[in-house]
């Protein structure tokens, strides 16, 4: 369990973000998960929004995005 939630990223076809949390928080809900701090998880999160290029939909919900969008905040989460 624990090297799947560290070491193992699962992007679902369906991509499984949580609708009521914003694709920031969607991306840090692992970290959070695993203990991280609310402060350093956003940051990584951001972070890894910014790879995919979706730092500009950070804020938003998942059924304010595309399906292509929610896949690229799929990615960044895993």
């Known amino acids: 369990s624990v090297l799947r939630r560290t070491r ?3 992007i679902f076809q369906f991509f499984n973000l949580l609708p009521t949390l914003s694709a920031e928080e969607n991306v840090a809900l692992p ?8 402060g350093t998880a ?3 999160a951001r972070r890894s929004l910014d790879r995919v290029h979706m730092t500009h939909r950070a804020e938003h919900y998942p059924d304010e995005m595309s399906g292509g969008e929610m896949q690229r905040v799929a990615v960044a989460r895993a």
Do not use: P
């Open 8 to 10: 193992i990223g699962f």
């Open 42 to 44: 956003l940051e990584a």
């Open 31 to 38: 970290l959070l998960l695993g203990g991280v701090g609310r």
